[in-house]
């Protein structure tokens, strides 16, 4: 079979071979984009990009199995929609801003989707769409208390991580119907989001190397990426979020809605969440109520990592996706060689102390160079 899924049997060969051939299409398209972005120079992060594959190569050569399709395979599952997450959460650290309730949304999301498919039997066609409009309102919700309540973004998503998780618990399937405990979501339309590219079947490379089975997660991440940085580089609306988060009174000043920027920062994270949640409860085929626990500090950890910058106004979509896969192959492999998980955590934190330090050193370099501009300037 050219396309499998872990829940989703489909009938017959000659569908089976439609959806592969339309799924390559879409492979083929994304990858033109992807390459057309890194031929304009729209893909910065290279020092990163480059650490990346020096571990990966470490990794391939010392620790054992790494170096397969099938590890490959689970890195592209268990990190695409943590790199989903990392993009949305840059949106709100691009604006000064943070967002500390993305991982409460995302399992706010995940709930609403197993109690409609579930509870209340909703088409998935219908429910998606009513998932991601409840948490881009949960992201745009910590805008408004940023915007018009003046919170600080800090204290702001840390209350609304507390409320969006009661409300978890509060419209859990499993609690207000504990027969439903072991009971999973079998809608074909939302299992059929756990499916899978064979690009060696389908290419008859499998013959010579064994390439692993893609996932359609990716898919929806390369995607996304297109989209996310064509807004951040072409259009005013993007640029709108590195010029507010450079200089939010210069850019009011020059005409730009400040409040709706921040507004719009926030609820594109909330949407991203929605976007992890169907990915993450599909696979899973459930939703539990500590669903999205801690993934807050790793999205931030990924966006940080990948470059977009605690000081605002730096930012792009390539460097939260390479963050999220660098913290993805640092956690495999430290596995794959027997380390701790204890270890592992000292590890990552401190390669995020070590990203924030870096931002920290351009920034400092950023305002000298800008200061040392003015002062040939005046003289």
């Known amino acids: 079979m050219l396309l499998r899924s872990s829940q989703l049997s489909v009938g ?7 959806i592969a051939a339309a799924m390559a299409a879409v492979f083929v398209f994304l990858l033109s984009k992807v390459l057309t972005m890194a031929r304009l120079r729209q893909l910065p992060n290279i020092e990163l990009l480059a650490f990346f594959l020096l571990l990966y190569v470490f990794f391939c050569f010392y620790a054992p199995y790494f170096n397969t399709a099938s590890n490959l395979e689970n890195l592209l599952v268990g990190y695409s929609f943590i790199a989903i997450l990392a ?5 709100p650290i691009m604006v000064r801003g943070i967002d ?24 998935g066609y219908f ?3 009513l998932v991601l409009l409840v948490t881009l309102s949960a992201g745009a919700f910590n ?14 998503t840390l209350a609304t991580l507390a409320a969006y998780r009661g409300v978890v618990y509060a419209i859990s399937g499993r609690q207000l119907f504990p027969d439903m405990a072991t009971q999973p979501i079998t809608d074909p339309w939302m299992t059929g989001w756990d499916s899978y590219l064979d690009i060696g079947g389908l290419t008859g490379l499998d013959q010579y190397i064994e390439l692993p089975w893609l996932p359609l ?6 995607g996304l990426f297109i989209v996310i940085q064509t807004l951040l580089s072409k259009s005013q609306f993007g640029m ?47 939703a539990t109520e500590a669903l999205g626990n801690g993934m807050e500090l790793t999205a931030i950890a990924a966006a940080v990592i ?21 913290l993805g192959t640092i956690l495999l492999g430290l596995t794959l060689l027997g380390i701790s998980q204890f270890v592992q955590q000292i590890i990552t934190g401190f390669i995020l102390i070590g990203a924030i330090g870096y931002d920290k050193l351009l920034s400092e370099l950023r305002i000298r160079k800008i200061r040392e501009m003015q002062n040939r300037s005046r003289a």
């Open 100 to 123: 500390l309730s993305i991982g409460s949304i995302l399992a706010l999301g995940g709930m609403v989707l197993f109690d409609l498919s579930v509870i209340y039997e909703v088409p």
């Open 240 to 286: 709108n979020f590195k010029i507010v988060g450079g200089n939010p009174e210069a850019a009011r000043l020059a005409g730009i809605n400040v409040k709706m920027t921040l507004l719009s920062a926030y609820a594109l994270s909330g949407l991203c969440a929605g976007i992890a949640a169907i990915i993450l409860v599909t696979r899973l085929t459930t």
């Open 87 to 91: 993009i949305g959460q840059s949106f």
């Open 12 to 18: 017959n060969q000659a569908q089976t071979k439609k």
């Open 217 to 222: 997660s990716f898919f929806l991440l390369v």
């Open 143 to 156: 805008g408004v208390l940023v915007v018009w309540f003046r919170l600080q973004p800090f204290v702001a």
């Open 127 to 129: 429910a998606v769409p």
């Open 306 to 326: 990948g470059g977009i910058s605690l000081q605002g106004g730096i930012g792009n979509a390539f460097g939260p996706i390479l963050g999220a896969f660098l």
